[in-house]
Every structure is written in structure tokens, then in C-alpha cells.
């Protein structure tokens, strides 16, 4: 029962680093129409700059701070550089243009930070861990990250319902002619929004980056997650993305921890093992499919005005 | 008129509170070319997409050829023998003319799991094609790319394949829609040739065309039928001329 | 059609040419490197032309492609393992476990269109690859050594480096001429008709689900094929096989030959396999006067170069090699 109530929580952190990729990521598809897959060198980045920074000044806060400042400039300008002359072509476009990218990106990092990867440490008084509920110690940390993605989606929210960019937001997603009417600057609007979805990434990454080993490619596995998340939330909503993602951490993480137990108890102990990891993997497409089925549009369909 | 070739009767549809059909009753004879004329927003596109089976009704009964196609899917309707143009051009622009015309043809002959033979030789579905063309006034540019006709020539290529499929009706949305004069006139020809032969269901502004073309007209408005006639009789009725042409005669509207 | 001669004939005929003989170039210099990097090219370009089936002519952008190289490569490296050797087992397996889960994948993906069909083949994919992940006894992440080739009795000798060179480019030619055939028959129209406006293939009275769902299936199956030529071609499977960059670069194939083009796919592998042996050579060769000794090592960062060119094609070359060829007839 502990153990399952530390998975539990394992699975909401894991579910809050999915909402913040997604929900960059589904910003940028709901506002600009573009298919980002390098969003996951976002959050790469966000780890590397992470690590670099906290080591330069001998202060993970500061770290951070200065990793998400660094994510966001590079984000702008890969906006500025490359992104903008994608808007309004086909998706396939966004995918080969975005995939050359990729591949761009993990090369400079090669190039900058070497093949090995680098690991970040914390201060002293993030590593202990604190009695959540009587008899269950959870490391504080990851409460930490819980409670940041939990203060940052709040801040989305009342960006994109109650604050007059987030006006911006929602209008240059359902009309962007109209938006250009009104004298707005909507190349700088577009910068920007590409800009918090690629700080957004960042910020996943840099809160990862003392609990993962920080390397080549960590963005890219978790950035198909964040793809079911958002087929399994619906594209353009901020909303579905949040419940889907921790809905997704959730299985993902008791199902990896508990399925091959469960099989065991109906299959021989050699057979659950064989097959326990590869079906607990399938979870969370299974889940994906059978959103599929019936409900095409996700669970929470962004309203199209 | 018992044996109408479509019957519609009753027909309900509310998007919210908005009522954009209401109860419509519309008969349409066959042989006959039936318009169906009223302001923006009478529910003309609403009374269309129902028709073809894009939009489901609230309530009401669609009649094709004395089977009830109320809930049948678009491609079955089509499949029946019910053709229509779109008011928005909607064709395959990076295929040519003649390909267009040809899959139209192909639509009605039988399933396409035939991955074999050239399906641009089989003469079949090429000759039809071409006939199709022909009527449409587009023989000359069987060849051409979609994209590269204009838009007179685009609104030619509707009418054309919509009669590929030898329809038993043609329901027309709004073929005049953004015409020149000229290409107007060349539009009313060709639809006056193709009403000899085809029963057309015409939803059209262009009040000229309609009491040039027409054998019937029905009037829309707020959803509702408010009168269904003789041109002759539309032209007279005074609740038309109140609630749809006002102080103006009918002859000088151009909506 | 006439016989016209221009550059894109003349120059799919030379490439033709040089691929048949190849293996002769190989007996006569004995060096073997490069007709076993031209048969893994070959494999790559049956891949492609399949992909092509689908991206090019219906539309459809699957980022998963990649998955039917996995489950062919998969089927024979499984059967391979528990004894059973023989390609005439095999390989049917093979195609036949590629078109079933083809058609499941399809049968879901297809319910949806634009983006969502781009993120959902991608995670499908993504799936299998953790589950070749998960099978421990089939290598794990390691993969799994083939030990011996697929049999095919006094037929064929594929561990026979020319012959299987040689069915190779039979298959993939092959492939090109049962792609032809299709994507001009009745169903090919079908499929290019629903690429172009499926809103109006079902108002003239095509269901055009189903349409799809076949042509993927047609090239899952083909796909499948590759992947039992790779495993036998490496003597060895694993997951990354079906990596979602092995998709990726599937893509990147068909863009780069031209889509919806007969022999762009051929091109665009041979030109991205190809660069990617040459670009490091080439920028070591570059670098080597300003950097010297340290040129090798800037060699190792070829993809610095190579992600970018995929943009420029993106922005500047939408009609692939092919397009290019196609319009150097005019210039």
C-alpha cells in the first residue's frame, strides 16, 4: 500500500512533466497550426543549460533561472531563424523541417557539451525526503517539481482566460485576420507564443536534469509521450492536456510497477516476466487507441469558435 | 403529385436556438426544374446539406425515388442517383479536367477495388467522361490541369461531374455565384440545354436565371416555405413580395 | 506517351544502369563495400517506395513506417531463433504479420486525419519499439543475432552476397512496377482522388475509408518485405529497427527523391544514403586546412550539416531530386 502510494505520486510527477511539454506544445499547434518535433530538443536544452549554469554559479536556483532565460532566447530565435517560414505549409513540412532540426540540435550539443552526458547536483537541503502521509517518505524534490508545474499551470490558465495577451492567444487561434486587423503585431505574438512553449519545454527539462542523467536524445522519447498525451487530451486545450497528462503518467507508472506482479498471478512466474515489461509498456497506446475509438477528437476537444 | 421524384416532408432542423429549417414540405416532379429561391439566411445551404447527407435533420422524412434516404450516408444518396454541384468549388485541382470528370463516372460503376488495368484507358470510364465534358462546353480542356481553369470553367466542371454519374437528379447549389455577366448567360444556356433531360433541384440568387429556368419555385424564409408555384404565381404572391422582394419588382432584384 | 527524352529519363536510366552493375564492378576490383552498402540502399529505397504509396499518392502522412521494417526484420529474426529457417516460411510470416498490423494501425489512425494521423502512426510506432524492447528472450534492447540467413532450398542462395544483392533489386523493381500499376488503376485514382479532396470523394459517392485503409495495408506489406530483406541483410535485428528516426528518415527519403513520383523514392535513398557516407568525408576534407589534424573529428559532426539541408529542401525544393530533374528539361 506505501508502495503503491509512492508510485502513485511517482505517477503524478511524471504526468506534470508531460503537461509541460504538451502543453508547449499544443499552444504552438493550436495557435500557429505548426507540428513542433523539436520540442524535445527544447527540453534537452533546458537540462544541458540547467547543468552548465548551476555548475558556473554554484547555485541551482540561479541555474534554473538563468537555463530558462537561455530557453526561452533560443526558442525566439529558432522562431526568428526557421520556424517562421513554416507557418501556413503543410504539415508534412513542419515534420521533415522540424526532424532536420532535431538532428541539428543533438549535434550542436555534441559539439558544445561532448558525447558523455552531465549530471546536476542538488543543494543539500532538496535531498531529503518528507513523511507525505504517516509511514510514506516521498524525496522532496520531486514535490517540488510537483508543486512548480502545479503553480505554472495555474499561471497558464489565467494567461490564456484572463489576461489580454491570453485574449490575443485565443483570438489569433480562431481568427488570425482578424487579429492582423486590429493592428496587431502578430509575427511578435507568434515569437512570443513560440517562445513561452519553448521556455515551457525548458522548464521540464531544467526540473528533470538532477534526477536523469542529462544526454543526447533525452527529448525525444518523451516527446512522443507528450504526443499521446495530447491525442489522448485533444489538441489546442490547455485543460485536456493537464488531465490527460497525469492520467498518462498514472498508468504508465503503476502499470510498470505493478503489471508484471499482476500477471504473475495468472501466468506462469517465467512467462509474466518474459511478457510483464513489454505489455506494461502498451498501457498507455492501448489507452491512446481506445480514446481513438471513441472519442476521435480526444477527450476534451479545444472549442472551435 | 404522387409520384415525385423527391419528396421532402416536414423537414426540421435548429442549430441551438435557431430554427434553419422549419417543417419544409418540397415536392420535386420528375422531369421538372424546381428552384428554390430566398434572402441570406433562409436555410437554403442547411436545406442542401441535408439533402446530400452532410447535415442529419431534427425531424422530417427525404423521399428519393419512393425510398425513405432520410439517414442514408452521403455516398449511398449519390450511389441512388442524386447529384450535386458545390457552391464552393470543391474539385480535385492538382488532377486534370478530364480525371475529375472520369472519377465521378467511376464513382458509379461499381466498387474501385481493381488495382490492375489503367484505369485512364478503360474506355468505360473515359468515353462517359468526355460525353460528360462535352455537354459542360469543357471538351477542349480535357486535358489541363484543374487548377489552371477559371472560375466560370471551374463552376462547367461541377456541372459536368455531377452528370457523370448519369443522375437520375441534379441538385445545383448556387451555380451562378460569383459569375461575370457573360459566363452568367453561358450558365443559363447550358442548364436550360441539361433541363430537357435531367430533373434539377436549383438553390440559386440569381433571380433572373431562376424565372428564366425554372418550372417551379419554392420561397424560403426564416427556414419556412411561404409560397411554392408557377414563376407566374411566385411573381404575384403578395406574401413573397412582402417578406422577400419587397417594394422592389421581381424582374429588377438581383440579390 | 511518347518516348521524350529528357534529363529525369536519361538520368534514372543511368542510375538503373549502375545499379545492375554494381556487383560487376565488385567481382572485378574485389571490393565489396560498396555493393553491401548499395544493398542496404536498395532495401531502404523498397521501404520508401512503399511509404511513397501512401505519403506521396493518398496523402497520408504515416511517421511510422518504420514499424513494418521491425515487424519483418521481427518475424524472421523470431522464426530464425526457435529453428524454423526456411524463407518459404518465413518471409510469407513475414508479410502476412505486416499487412495484420498494418491493418489494425490503419483501421485506428485512419479515423483521424492532418496532425493527429502524423502523431498517432509516430506513437503506434513508438509502441512496438518498446514492446521489441520488452521481448527478453528475443535479445531485449540488444536484439538478436541471425545466425543463419532464410532458406530458400536450390532457389536461391542469399547468403551469396551477389545473388542477394541480385533479388534485391529484382524485389525493389518489382516494387516500383506493382506501384505503378496500382496507383494508376481504378483503386490508384481512388486513393489520389482522396488525397486531393475527400470531402468530395464522398459526395460523388466513395466511401473512401476503406480505399485507405487497403492502400495501407498494400504498403505495410510491402514495408514488411524490406524488413525481412534488412534482418537478412545484417544478420542481426533490434529495436531500432523501427526507431521513429528510421520513419523519419523514410520520410526524408520520399521528400527528398519527389513524392508521388515512380523512381523519386529510389533517388532519395540512394541520395540520402549516399551523403550520409560522403558528408563526413566531405567536411573532413573542408575543415582539414583550417583545423588539420583535428579534421577527422570535425568529420564525427556531419548531421550539423545534414538536419539543416532537410530544411532547405522543406523550404526550397518541395519537388524533390525528381522535381529538379523534371525541371531541368525546360532550363
Redesign the interface.
Given at each position: 500500500m506505501l508502495y503503491f502510494i509512492e508510485q502513485c505520486l511517482n505517477g503524478v510527477q511524471l504526468g506534470m512533466l508531460l503537461f509541460l511539454l504538451a502543453a508547449g506544445l499544443t499552444l504552438i499547434?493550436g495557435i500557429m497550426d505548426l507540428?513542433n518535433l523539436a520540442h524535445g530538443s527544447l527540453y534537452m536544452l533546458g537540462a544541458y543549460f540547467a547543468a552548465t549554469f548551476a555548475g558556473l554559479t554554484d547555485s541551482f536556483v540561479l541555474g534554473a533561472i538563468l537555463a530558462l532565460i537561455a530557453t526561452l532566447v533560443v526558442g525566439m530565435a529558432v522562431e526568428v531563424i526557421?520556424m517562421r517560414?513554416?507557418y501556413g505549409?503543410d504539415?508534412?513540412?513542419h515534420?521533415?523541417?522540424t526532424?532536420?532540426?532535431?538532428?541539428?540540435?543533438?549535434?550542436?550539443v555534441?559539439?558544445i557539451w561532448g558525447p558523455a552526458g552531465m549530471t546536476l547536483s542538488l543543494p543539500m537541503e532538496m535531498l531529503q525526503a518528507v513523511e507525505v502521509i504517516p509511514g510514506v517518505f516521498y524525496p522532496l524534490y520531486r514535490l517540488v517539481i510537483i508543486g512548480a508545474t502545479l503553480l505554472v499551470a495555474l499561471f497558464l490558465y489565467i494567461l490564456v482566460m484572463r489576461t489580454r495577451i491570453g485574449m490575443l492567444i485565443r483570438a489569433g487561434a480562431s481568427n488570425r485576420e482578424m487579429v492582423g486587423a486590429l493592428g496587431i503585431n502578430i509575427k511578435l505574438l507568434y515569437t512570443l507564443v513560440f517562445g513561452l512553449g519553448a521556455a515551457l519545454a525548458g522548464f521540464a527539462g531544467l526540473m528533470q536534469a538532477p534526477i536523469l542523467t542529462v544526454q543526447i536524445g533525452m527529448g525525444?522519447?518523451i516527446l512522443?509521450l507528450a504526443?499521446?498525451v495530447?491525442?489522448i487530451g485533444g489538441?489546442g486545450s490547455i485543460r485536456g492536456a493537464f488531465v490527460a497528462a497525469v492520467l498518462v503518467g498514472l498508468i504508465d507508472t503503476i502499470g510498470r510497477a505493478f503489471l508484471p506482479d499482476l500477471l504473475r498471478l495468472f501466468f506462469s512466474t517465467n512467462a509474466a516476466s518474459?511478457?510483464?515489461?513489454?505489455?506494461s509498456?502498451?498501457l498507455i497506446?492501448l489507452l491512446?487507441?481506445l480514446v481513438?475509438?471513441f472519442r476521435?477528437e480526444g477527450l476534451f476537444p479545444a472549442a472551435r469558435k | 403529385m404522387a409520384d415525385a421524384l423527391l419528396r421532402i416532408e416536414g423537414l426540421t432542423k435548429r442549430f441551438g436556438g435557431v430554427v434553419a429549417s422549419d417543417g419544409i414540405m418540397l415536392d420535386v416532379a420528375p422531369g421538372e426544374l424546381h428552384a428554390v429561391i430566398g434572402p441570406n439566411g433562409a436555410g437554403k445551404t442547411t436545406l442542401i446539406s441535408q439533402l446530400t447527407g452532410q447535415l442529419p435533420p431534427d425531424a422530417g422524412k427525404i423521399q428519393f425515388a419512393g425510398l425513405d434516404i432520410t439517414t442514408l450516408p452521403t455516398h449511398r444518396r449519390s450511389a441512388l442517383g442524386l447529384a450535386r454541384s458545390f457552391q464552393i468549388t470543391s474539385l480535385f485541382l492538382d488532377l486534370s479536367v478530364l480525371d475529375n470528370v472520369a472519377l465521378a463516372v467511376q464513382a458509379h460503376a461499381g466498387h474501385s477495388f481493381r488495382f490492375w488495368r489503367d484505369a485512364r484507358s478503360e474506355t468505360q470510364l473515359r468515353e462517359p467522361a468526355r460525353a460528360a465534358l462535352k455537354r459542360a462546353g469543357l471538351e477542349m480542356r480535357a486535358d489541363l490541369a484543374a487548377a489552371s481553369l477559371s472560375h466560370g470553367e471551374h463552376r462547367q466542371l461541377e456541372i459536368a461531374m455531377a452528370l457523370a454519374g448519369k443522375p437520375r437528379m441534379l441538385l445545383l447549389d448556387e451555380p451562378m455565384a460569383g459569375l461575370g455577366p457573360e459566363e452568367s448567360a453561358r450558365m443559363v444556356e447550358l442548364l436550360r440545354a441539361l433541363k430537357r433531360e435531367h430533373t434539377i433541384l436549383l438553390v440559386e440568387h440569381d433571380m433572373e436565371a431562376v424565372f428564366a429556368l425554372a418550372d417551379r419555385i419554392t420561397v424560403l424564409v426564416y427556414g419556412r416555405v411561404i409560397a411554392s408555384g408557377a414563376p407566374e404565381t411566385i411573381r404575384k404572391d403578395a406574401e413573397v413580395r412582402r417578406a422577400y422582394l419587397g417594394e422592389q419588382d421581381a424582374e429588377a432584384v438581383h440579390v | 506517351m511518347t518516348a521524350q527524352i529528357n534529363v529525369r529519363s536519361v538520368f534514372i536510366a543511368a542510375l538503373l544502369t549502375v545499379l545492375a552493375l554494381l556487383p560487376v564492378y565488385a567481382a572485378l576490383t574485389g571490393n565489396y563495400f560498396l555493393m553491401t552498402l548499395f544493398t542496404r540502399i536498395l532495401i531502404l529505397a523498397i521501404a520508401a517506395t512503399s511509404l511513397n504509396l501512401i505519403l506521396g499518392y493518398g496523402g497520408m502522412v504515416s511517421f511510422g513506417h518504420a514499424v513494418y521494417l521491425g515487424i519483418g526484420g521481427y518475424a524472421v529474426g523470431i522464426l530464425a531463433k526457435e529453428g524454423i529457417t526456411s524463407g518459404f516460411v518465413q518471409w510469407p510470416v513475414a508479410l502476412v504479420v505486416s499487412a495484420l498490423a498494418a491493418l489494425v494501425l490503419g483501421a485506428l489512425s485512419l479515423r483521424t486525419r492532418g496532425v493527429y494521423f502524423i502523431m498517432i502512426t509516430l506513437a503506434f510506432a513508438q509502441m512496438f519499439y518498446y514492446i521489441a524492447i520488452g521481448l527478453d528472450r528475443y535479445g531485449g534492447d540488444d536484439g538478436l543475432t541471425i545466425y543463419k540467413r532464410s532458406q530458400f532450398g536450390d532457389l536461391i542462395n542469399i547468403s551469396n552476397k551477389t545473388q542477394f544483392y541480385y533479388l534485391c533489386f529484382a524485389l525493389l523493381l518489382g516494387t516500383i512496377y506493382l506501384v505503378w500499376r496500382i496507383v494508376n488503376s481504378r483503386f490508384g485514382m481512388v486513393i489520389q482522388g482522396a488525397r486531393s479532396n475527400d470531402r468530395r470523394m464522398h459526395a460523388i459517392g466513395f466511401p473512401t475509408f476503406r480505399y485507405k485503409l487497403i492502400c495501407f495495408v498494400i504498403a505495410g506489406t510491402l514495408c514488411g518485405l524490406a524488413g525481412a530483406l534488412l534482418a537478412n541483410h545484417t544478420d542481426f535485428i533490434s529495436p531500432a529497427l523501427m526507431h521513429w528516426t528510421r520513419s523519419g528518415d523514410l520520410i526524408v527519403m520520399v521528400v527528398l527523391g519527389g513524392m508521388a513520383s515512380l523512381f523519386g523514392p529510389m533517388i532519395g535513398a540512394v541520395a540520402l544514403l549516399v551523403l550520409e557516407e560522403t558528408l563526413p568525408i566531405l567536411i573532413g576534407a573542408v575543415a582539414a586546412p583550417f583545423v588539420g589534424e583535428n579534421a577527422t573529428q570535425a568529420a564525427e559532426y556531419w548531421q550539423i550539416v545534414l538536419g539543416p539541408l532537410f530544411l532547405m529542401v522543406v523550404l526550397f525544393a518541395r519537388g524533390g531530386i525528381n522535381g529538379l530533374l523534371a525541371g531541368a528539361r525546360r532550363g
Open positions: 499547434f507540428v526557421a517560414r513554416l505549409r504539415h508534412l513540412d515534420v521533415l523541417g526532424f532536420g532540426l532535431i538532428l541539428f540540435f543533438n549535434e550542436m555534441r559539439l525525444e522519447n512522443i504526443f499521446v495530447i491525442i489538441i518474459n511478457a510483464g515489461p513489454a505489455i509498456s502498451m497506446y491512446m487507441a481513438l475509438v476521435p | - | -
